[in-house]
């Protein structure tokens, strides 16, 4: 089997060579890119499957690099982990928003927790559905074997991870779920993430289902369900 492939895209070389390092040594096959522009044309080029991707990069930023890459065919499943100077929620929002797997904050503290973390990405990557027929509750459809959630006859452009939410909720209608239990659902188990993160794709979710939002309840206290 051959080494999973790793693309690094960061500017800061210290971290850069630091990150080549502890990957290789891990057994990962590691390139680097120190530029958005360059990052694509690797990306397109080498077809890896994880990238590090730094948010304030020179020529294209990280959040661009990243829409490009969902936007692209024979780059969009490929897992993205940010990794960024900036870690408030709404610059976690905006990481999440254009398809960022996973959002990490810099200064990385231990190399040991970001190895698991991508070792998290990974398992999730390979994970499959299992067959079943598509859901469909008040207007709304979850279909696992197309990977497609559907609002009436419109077609949602939605992440994974909201993909992984929607069909949590949906199958049990009426159980409310704690925040726990849908990051595991959503982000995969053994994701280390803010308190808080799973509101952010539910914001998200919800503003792609428009005037079907409100199906999707909070349970205050608790956290989400979808209406009964």
Do not use: W
């Not at 309840?217 to 369900?225: C, H, K, L, P």
């Amino acid at each position: 089997m051959s080494a999973i492939k790793v693309l690094i895209v960061e500017d800061y070389r210290p971290l850069a060579e630091t990150l080549e390092y502890q990957l290789k040594r891990a057994g990962y096959e590691v390139y680097r890119s120190g530029d958005g522009r360059d990052a694509l044309n690797q990306a397109r080029l080498l077809l890896p499957d994880v990238v590090f991707l730094d948010v304030d990069l020179p020529v294209l930023s990280g959040v661009e690099v990243c829409k490009q890459l969902r936007a692209d065919p024979t780059t969009q499943d490929t897992m993205v982990l940010m990794l960024s100077a900036l870690g408030e929620e709404s610059d976690q929002v905006v990481g999440f928003a254009v398809g960022a797997d996973d959002y990490v904050v810099k200064p990385v503290e231990s190399y040991k927790v970001l190895l698991q973390r991508l070792k998290a990405l990974l398992r999730r990557r390979e994970q499959t559905f299992e067959d079943s027929e598509s859901v469909s509750r008040h207007g709304v459809t979850v279909d696992r074997r197309r990977y497609v959630v559907m609002v009436d006859t419109e077609t949602l452009k939605v992440t994974k991870s909201e993909f992984r939410l929607l069909d949590t909720l949906i199958r049990q209608p009426g159980r409310a779920f704690g925040r726990n239990e849908l990051v595991d659902a959503a982000l995969g188990e053994d994701t280390m993430v803010l308190d808080r993160t799973i509101d952010v794709h539910v914001r998200a979710l919800r503003k792609k289902m428009g005037a079907y939002a409100d199906l999707v309840e909070t349970v205050r206290g608790v956290g989400y369900r979808f209406r009964e």
